[in-house]
């Protein structure tokens, strides 16, 4: 389990998907759908994140 992760949090998640699943389940997939883009999304922000802290910002330019 991550560290951030405990069990009261991970009651919560349970909660909240279950009474979602009750109200919507068509809404329930495209949240998770939706939630899983997030979570890949950060886990490539926290990959680079490192980088960019020892290379500074980007300095790309586009000439028209």
């Given at each position: 389990?991550?560290?951030?992760?405990?069990?009261?949090?991970?009651?919560?998640?349970?909660?909240?998907?279950?009474?979602?699943?009750?109200?919507?389940?068509?809404?329930?997939?495209?949240?998770?759908?939706?939630l899983r883009d997030v979570v890949?999304?950060?886990?490539?922000?926290?990959?680079?994140?490192?980088?960019?802290?020892f290379r500074g910002r980007p300095?790309?330019?586009?000439?028209?």
């Open positions: 389990m991550l560290p951030c992760m405990d069990d009261e949090k991970l009651d919560e998640w349970i909660k909240l998907g279950k009474r979602l699943a009750a109200a919507g389940p068509d809404k329930l997939v495209d949240v998770i759908v939706r890949e999304a950060q886990e490539i922000i926290a990959r680079f994140d490192g980088q960019l802290f300095r790309k330019r586009y000439l028209a």
